[in-house]
C-alpha cells in the first residue's frame, strides 16, 4: 500500500497534497524551480530543476523511480509523461489529460469541437497581428489567455482598439512554458462562475462535490465559497458536461472543472487534472473529505463511498503588497481569535505584489447563509499583512 509519488510543482496546493499523503504512510519527494518551496517543507525529499528541460526531468524519474507522477502545475515537458506511462509509472490523472489540459487550446478543442460542449466563442492568436485578426472576429469586450499558464498570468480582458497590443505583451509575459499563442474568448454575460470538482475512480463511479463559487481579480481567485448557489437544473447540465469531459481524458483523480453560468444555460470554462485553488474553501471542513484527500484517494484506488456536504465555507486570499525575499506576518493572532475561522500561512520564502502567501477559513452550519461567511472570510484575510 505504501507507494512512492514524485509531485512535480510544490506550491501550496502541493503542500496540502503532501499533508494528506503523509497521513496514510506514503512516501512524496516534491519537485520545483526553486527551493524550499511550500510542498518541500513536508516532503521525504525534494529536487530542484527546471521542469521544463525534459532531461532533467527524466533524470529525477529515474532517479526516484516513482509508482506515481503528480503534476501540480502547467510548466512541465508533459510529452514525457506517455514515455513514463510505458514504463510502469502511472501519470496522474493519465498522460493525456496533463497534455491536454497543461494547453488551453487541446482542452478547449476536446470540450467544444469532439465533446460539443458549449463554450465562448474562440480563436487563437500567434502574433500580435493575428490577434488583431481575432479580436475583430469574436468582438470586443474578449478575454485574451496565454495557451500555457496559471494563476490568471498573462490574462487580460480588450475592450477597446488600444488594448490589443498590450494585452499580446501582457499575454506573452505571462505565458508558462516555450508556446507562444494565446486564446481569444468572447465575453460571457454571465450571472456568476463555479468550480465543480470531479472525482474520477479506477474501479468505482464519478463523484461531485457541491458547487463552488469564486470571485476573480487579475485572473486569480480571491474569494471562494461552497456551497454556490446553483439551480438543479444547472447543475445537473454542468454534472454532465463534467462527465464527459473528464471521461474522455481518463484516469483517476480530482479535476476542477470551472463553469461559466448564464441566461441561456452552462459554458464549459476551463479544467485543471488536480486539486483547484478554488477548492482550499474545503480545508474549512466543509467536506468530509478535503479535495486533496480526495485527489489522493482517487489515486490509489481507495474507494470513496461519498462526498458529503458537512458546513457552509468560505474562504478569501492573503496577498502579498511588495517584493521581499524574507516575508514576515503581522495579525496572526487577530485571525486566530475569530470563532469558526482558520488560516493557512503557505510557507513561500519570497513575495512579490498580489503573490497568494495565505488563506483564511470560515465555516458555519451547512444551512447559514454563505453571503454572510465569504464577508466574515474577507475580514479575516483583511486583518493579516504581509510584511517585507
Same mark, same amino acid.
Given at each position: 500500500?505504501?507507494?512512492?509519488?514524485?509531485?512535480?510543482?510544490?506550491?501550496? @496546493?502541493?503542500?496540502?497534497?503532501?499533508?494528506?499523503?503523509?497521513?496514510?504512510?506514503?512516501?512524496?519527494?516534491?519537485?520545483?524551480?526553486?527551493?524550499?518551496?511550500?510542498?518541500?517543507?513536508?516532503?521525504?525529499?525534494?529536487?530542484?530543476?527546471?521542469?521544463?528541460?525534459?532531461?532533467? @526531468?527524466?533524470?529525477?524519474?529515474?532517479?526516484?523511480?516513482?509508482?506515481?507522477?503528480?503534476?501540480?502545475?502547467?510548466?512541465?515537458?508533459?510529452?514525457?509523461?506517455?514515455?513514463?506511462?510505458?514504463?510502469?509509472?502511472?501519470?496522474?490523472?493519465?498522460?493525456?489529460?496533463?497534455?491536454?489540459?497543461?494547453?488551453?487550446?487541446?482542452?478547449? *478543442? @476536446?470540450?467544444?469541437?469532439?465533446?460539443? @460542449?458549449?463554450?465562448?466563442?474562440?480563436?487563437?492568436?500567434?502574433?500580435?497581428?493575428?490577434?488583431?485578426?481575432?479580436?475583430?472576429?469574436?468582438?470586443?469586450?474578449?478575454?485574451?489567455?496565454?495557451?500555457?499558464?496559471?494563476?490568471?498570468?498573462?490574462?487580460?480582458?480588450?475592450?477597446?482598439? *488600444?488594448?490589443?497590443?498590450?494585452?499580446?505583451?501582457?499575454?506573452?509575459?505571462?505565458?508558462?512554458? *516555450?508556446?507562444?499563442?494565446?486564446?481569444?474568448?468572447a465575453f460571457v454575460n454571465f450571472n456568476s462562475e463555479i468550480t465543480l470538482l470531479t472525482v474520477t475512480q479506477n474501479n468505482n463511479p464519478t463523484l461531485f462535490c457541491s458547487p463552488i463559487g469564486h470571485r476573480q481579480e487579475r485572473g486569480d481567485y480571491q474569494e471562494s465559497w461552497q456551497p454556490a448557489n446553483v439551480t438543479d437544473a444547472a447543475l445537473a447540465e454542468a454534472q454532465d458536461m463534467a462527465r464527459k469531459v473528464t471521461e474522455a481524458l481518463g484516469g483517476a483523480g480530482i479535476f476542477g472543472v470551472e463553469f461559466f453560468l448564464t441566461d441561456e444555460g452552462v459554458y464549459f470554462s476551463e479544467l485543471s487534472p488536480r486539486p483547484h485553488d478554488t477548492g482550499m474553501v474545503t480545508l474549512a471542513g466543509t467536506q468530509n473529505f478535503n479535495e486533496f484527500e480526495l485527489h489522493l484517494r482517487a489515486i490509489l484506488s481507495l474507494p470513496i463511498a461519498e462526498i458529503t456536504l458537512e458546513k457552509a465555507g468560505a474562504s478569501a486570499v492573503i496577498l502579498a503588497t511588495d517584493t521581499s525575499d524574507s516575508p514576515t506576518f503581522t495579525g496572526v493572532e487577530k485571525i486566530a481569535a475569530l470563532p469558526k475561522t482558520d488560516f493557512r500561512l503557505f510557507g513561500k520564502p519570497t513575495t512579490r505584489p498580489y503573490r497568494r502567501m495565505g488563506v483564511a477559513l470560515v465555516s458555519d452550519s451547512v444551512d447559514t447563509p454563505v453571503e454572510g461567511i465569504i464577508e466574515k472570510a474577507k475580514a479575516a484575510a483583511a486583518l493579516v499583512t504581509v510584511n517585507k
Open positions: 500500500m505504501q507507494k512512492k509519488i514524485v509531485l512535480l510543482g510544490s506550491g501550496e @496546493l502541493g503542500k496540502e497534497f503532501v499533508i494528506a499523503a503523509q497521513r496514510i504512510g506514503q512516501t512524496v519527494i516534491a519537485v520545483d524551480s526553486y527551493a524550499n518551496a511550500p510542498a518541500m517543507q513536508v516532503a521525504h525529499g525534494f529536487e530542484v530543476i527546471n521542469m521544463l528541460d525534459g532531461d532533467a @526531468l527524466d533524470a529525477v524519474i529515474a532517479k526516484h523511480k516513482p509508482d506515481f507522477i503528480v503534476p501540480e502545475i502547467e510548466a512541465i515537458r508533459t510529452e514525457r509523461f506517455y514515455d513514463y506511462e510505458k514504463q510502469g509509472i502511472t501519470v496522474v490523472p493519465s498522460a493525456k489529460a496533463a497534455n491536454f489540459t497543461m494547453n488551453r487550446k487541446a482542452i478547449r *478543442d @476536446l470540450a467544444a469541437k469532439d465533446l460539443g @460542449l458549449r463554450t465562448a466563442n474562440y480563436r487563437y492568436a500567434t502574433s500580435a497581428d493575428e490577434l488583431q485578426k481575432a479580436v475583430a472576429e469574436v468582438g470586443m469586450p474578449c478575454v485574451v489567455k496565454p495557451l500555457m499558464s496559471s494563476s490568471g498570468k498573462g490574462q487580460s480582458t480588450i475592450k477597446t482598439q *488600444d488594448d490589443i497590443e498590450k494585452a499580446w505583451k501582457y499575454a506573452v509575459e505571462g505565458s508558462r512554458g *516555450d508556446v507562444v499563442e494565446v486564446i481569444v474568448e
